[in-house]
């Protein structure tokens, strides 16, 4: 499994994670099994968050972790906060210094984990006062419960704003991307231009990353979009899947692995998270990344999108 160092860290981690947003409903047997084939494949990175499964993914993880503590010596634990679940007051953000503090700490419970390697800020909150993220951030950086912090869903003018006041430097940002969902690659290609494509709706968050070595991590990878769901032998999405059985033939992979290279091949520092619960599936996937597309199949699956060049 290929891996590469976080800047200004010393976490050395496996582009290809395990997002951990559906394993609430798996057994004591199944999820061991999911866990343990992550493992074998190299895969060292685990992501969480406090809302997945209302909670209960972290506790199932946790479960496992509790009763093999020896695991977690492997790992690298990701979990974020700020999404506030409904109640009787209705949906919302809190990025409050309390609350930051309470989830981590939640989590960390939840997981019976010890310590989170990385935070992360789940959803740009609009009452966000940078000035109590930053007083979160050292507080539990100071206890030892949290080493290292970042964001989900971030444009780049907002991180910038955050980093201003928070002394630890952010190291991820966690992007919804994949070959059709490829705003933040649009943008760039249609600069300057009045096509639809040129509308910048992710504040150049490929180029921001590069230059502040900043890990972009991909959610649903293999997603086309809410309506749609996969793309993957999707009927409105023959000329992609096309080409993507073309390539899966040609280097031996299926079509979910080169689906994986294609978000890889980017140079950006970049991350996949796979959603997948099934071992099998997880395994081909998980061959995305151990290939390197060139530039001219990279490109065929792009247009295959219909993401057409100028």
């Excluded at 993880?61 to 209705?90: A, N, W, Y």
């Excluded at 989830?103 to 390697?117: E, F, M």
């Amino acid at each position: 499994m290929e891996k590469i160092q976080i800047p200004r860290t010393d976490l050395k981690v496996s582009t290809i994670a395990l997002g951990c947003m559906r394993i609430s409903s798996l057994n004591d047997e199944h999820l061991e099994a999911l866990v343990c084939t992550a493992l074998e494949l190299g895969i060292n990175f685990f992501d969480h968050a406090d809302i997945y499964g209302g909670g209960e993914c972290e506790k199932r993880f946790g479960h496992l972790l509790e009763r093999k503590p020896e695991l977690r010596r492997q790992m690298i634990i990701q979990s974020k906060c700020d999404i506030v679940t409904p109640d009787h007051q209705g949906p919302r953000y809190d990025t409050s210094k309390n609350y930051i503090i309470e989830q981590a700490k939640q989590s960390i419970a939840n997981l019976h984990c010890g310590y989170l390697d990385v935070l992360l800020i789940h959803r740009p909150d609009p009452l966000m006062n940078p000035k109590e993220v930053a007083e979160a951030f050292n507080e539990l950086k100071e206890d030892g419960l949290v080493h290292y912090f970042g964001v989900s869903n971030f444009p780049s003018s907002k991180i910038r704003m955050l980093q201003k006041y928070v002394s630890q430097p952010l190291i991820i940002d966690q992007i919804q991307l994949s070959a059709v969902h490829a705003l933040a690659v649009d943008e760039s290609v249609f600069f300057n231009m009045t096509d639809d494509h040129a509308i910048s709706r992710t504040d150049q968050i490929l180029d921001y990353a590069m230059k502040n070595d900043i890990v972009l991590q991909a959610w649903c990878p293999l997603q086309a979009s809410w309506e749609d769901g996969s793309f993957l032998d999707h009927p409105k999405y023959p000329e992609l899947n096309e080409v993507l059985d073309q390539l899966a033939k040609k280097y031996g992979v299926t079509k979910s692995a080169v689906a994986a290279a294609w978000i890889l091949r980017l140079p950006a520092a970049m991350q996949v998270i796979a959603g997948t619960t099934n071992p099998d599936h997880l395994r081909q996937l998980a061959a995305g990344a151990n290939l390197k597309l060139n530039r001219q199949e990279w490109y065929d699956l792009y247009l295959a999108c219909h993401h057409p060049l100028p």
